[in-house]
C-alpha cells in the first residue's frame, strides 16, 4: 500500500513539475515579446537594421515587388534579440507581412 502511495505522489509531481515548467516558459516567452515589441522595434539599432535591409531590397517588397514599409524575420535570434543577421529580415509590404503571419489572410 505504502509503494502504491509514492508511486501516486510520484505521479503528481511529475504533472506538477511538468505544469510549473510550463508556465515559467510561458511567463519567459511573454516577456521576451513584451521586450522585442516595446523595446528592441523602436530602439535606434532597430531603426538602422530596418534602414539597411529597406536600402538592400530597394525599398520594395521581395514577395510582389510593391512599395515595402516592413521589415519581416524569418528566423528569430530567441535568446539574442537585436543579434539578427541581415540575412535572416527582408523588406515587406503591409499585405505580404499579414500573409507571412497568417497564410490564411
Not at 59 to 81: L, S
Amino acid at each position: 500500500m505504502a509503494a502504491i502511495i509514492l508511486f501516486l505522489v510520484a505521479i503528481i509531481g511529475v504533472f506538477a513539475l511538468r505544469a510549473f515548467n510550463e508556465r515559467m516558459f510561458q511567463e519567459d516567452r511573454q516577456e521576451r515579446i513584451n521586450y522585442y515589441r516595446n523595446v528592441y522595434l523602436k530602439s535606434d539599432a532597430w531603426k538602422r537594421k530596418r534602414y539597411v535591409v529597406m536600402k538592400r531590397d530597394n525599398w520594395t517588397c521581395v514577395y510582389c515587388g510593391e512599395r515595402a514599409t516592413q521589415v519581416h524575420h524569418t528566423r528569430y535570434a530567441k535568446y539574442n534579440i537585436g543579434k539578427e543577421p541581415i540575412e535572416w529580415l527582408e523588406s515587406v509590404c503591409d499585405s505580404c507581412h499579414a500573409k507571412q503571419h497568417d497564410p490564411k489572410f
